[in-house]
């Protein structure tokens, strides 16, 4: 990929986020802008950082026994138990054991949880964390998955969102379209670079990007 890295660091904790300019396809939409969280995801350092800067909404105020990991945040997720559990701090859930868990997916993207994962989510608090919202529907469909196994969600949170709520509750985020000059999803059927005859740079998902 050839367009240019830029980085923009987040007020609160001096979380990096690096992004590239161009046309993107997710499952979902098309966007004029890569978010790319590699390190964020797999870096102790700038996972911890994340996690800092997400915990605050859910300190006092939320209850948390399960944090369901999207798009590969489970080293964010371990972060934020911690910091949500964590005794020096006034804490709602201080000195308790949070799971930290990933869905399944079958054939045809649905979530699931197999016999030994349902009880962390039946009759739990679940909060759900993920890595980028666009169009909110992968959030959507936890939030379902939560409820079909008998959890409830507690909360939504996220390193970028483009959406501030989804199925009526508030999304949570470090970084928003605020942050990054010009961003832009566009629905995959109506999409102005589309109909600019831009081709595509990429395809992208949560594991990172294809290119064309």
């Known amino acids: ?80 138990s911690q910091e949500l559990s964590h005794a020096g701090l006034a804490s709602i859930n201080a000195h308790q054991t949070i799971y930290i868990i990933t869905p399944e997916y079958d054939a045809t993207s649905q979530l699931l949880f197999r016999d030994n994962t349902q009880p962390m989510v039946r009759g739990k608090h679940v909060l759900i964390l993920t890595a980028s919202v666009t169009t909110g529907i992968s959030v959507a469909k936890a939030m379902d998955c939560v409820e079909y196994y008998g959890g409830t969600t507690a909360g939504i949170c996220s390193i970028f969102s483009a959406q501030d709520e989804i199925a009526g509750m508030r999304v949570h985020s470090v970084f928003t379209p605020e942050d990054i000059p010009d961003y832009a999803t566009y629905p995959s059927h109506d999409c102005p670079l589309c109909k600019q005859k831009q ?5 992208v998902n949560s594991y990172g990007y294809s290119k064309l």
Do not use: W
């Open 199 to 203: 081709k595509l740079d990429a395809l």
């Open 1 to 80: 990929m050839e367009n240019r890295v830029l980085k923009i660091t987040s007020k609160h904790e001096s979380v990096p986020l690096k992004y590239i300019h161009g046309h993107f396809a997710t499952n979902h939409s098309h966007i004029n802008c890569y978010l790319d969280m590699t390190t964020l995801k797999t870096r102790q350092s700038e996972a911890e950082r994340a996690a800092k800067a997400l915990v605050r909404p859910y300190v006092v105020t939320t209850i948390v026994d399960t944090i369901l990991c999207l798009d590969g945040t489970q080293i964010i997720g371990a972060y934020l």
